[in-house]
């Protein structure tokens, strides 16, 4: 298996990834970003949570354009990164990652997006996939307002909870490392 740095590397960005659609798949792209862009999209709390990210964090995709799930929650995490630097991006493609990381990653496919986020050390420290939390405990209700793009902010959420979860558990480590814990 290639690294996951090795993936990164070959990763496209973001807008490189968007361009390749069809006219409607990047229409859908184009209005996320338009909503997201909004003074409202966001709540202060998330972009205080943003700011807060102390580490370094890789995201690495598997995705694809013709994707529905893809063109919402890769606009929104591509987002996450305008807001936090400290925060990059890099797409591959699902037949990339059905070879290099459905097996050491013990699935039996692969669901676009699949997000594995990574620390500084190319660690995974977690996973999104698909669909935010919020969308699928919400089911079917939840369905067209998510197709709308009102749920854009719940992907970022959902990240920056990954992050913040590994971002304590370091300072746990590091505190307690400082006292002399095991």
């Known amino acids: 298996m290639p690294s996951y740095q090795d993936l990164i590397a070959i990763g496209e960005r973001?807008?490189?990834?968007?361009?390749?659609g069809l006219p409607a798949e990047i229409e859908?792209?184009?209005?996320?970003?338009?909503?997201?862009?909004?003074?409202?999209?966001?709540?202060?709390?998330?972009?205080?949570?943003?700011?807060?990210?102390?580490?370094?964090?890789?995201?690495?995709?598997?995705?694809?354009?013709?994707?529905?799930d893809c063109q919402l929650n890769l606009a929104a995490i591509d987002h996450l990164q305008h807001l936090q630097p400290q925060v990059g991006l890099a797409i591959i493609s699902k037949a990339r990652a059905e070879q290099a990381?459905?097996?050491?990653?013990?699935?039996?496919?692969?669901?676009?997006?699949?997000?594995?986020?990574?620390?500084?050390?190319?660690?995974?420290?977690?996973?999104?996939v698909e669909q935010p939390q919020a969308v699928v405990e919400g089911g079917e209700a939840v369905k067209a307002d998510y197709r709308a793009g009102r749920y854009l902010a719940s992907t970022?959420?959902?990240?920056?909870?990954?992050?913040?979860?590994?971002?304590?558990?370091?300072?746990?480590?590091?505190?307690?490392?400082?006292?002399?814990?095991p």
């Not at 973001?14 to 390749?20: D, I, N, P, V």
Request: charged residues 25%; proline residues 3%; aromatic residues 6%.
């Open 14 to 20: 973001f807008e490189a990834f968007a361009s390749r």
């Open 28 to 68: 859908t792209v184009r209005t996320a970003q338009a909503l997201l862009s909004r003074a409202d999209a966001l709540s202060a709390e998330t972009h205080q949570r943003a700011a807060a990210i102390q580490g370094r964090y890789h995201l690495l995709a598997a995705g694809e354009m013709w994707c529905p």
């Open 101 to 128: 990381l459905k097996t050491p990653l013990k699935l039996e496919r692969i669901s676009i997006p699949l997000v594995l986020v990574l620390d500084d050390e190319f660690e995974l420290i977690g996973r999104f």
């Open 156 to 181: 970022l959420t959902d990240l920056l909870s990954i992050i913040e979860a590994h971002e304590s558990l370091v300072s746990t480590r590091g505190f307690s490392a400082l006292r002399g814990d």
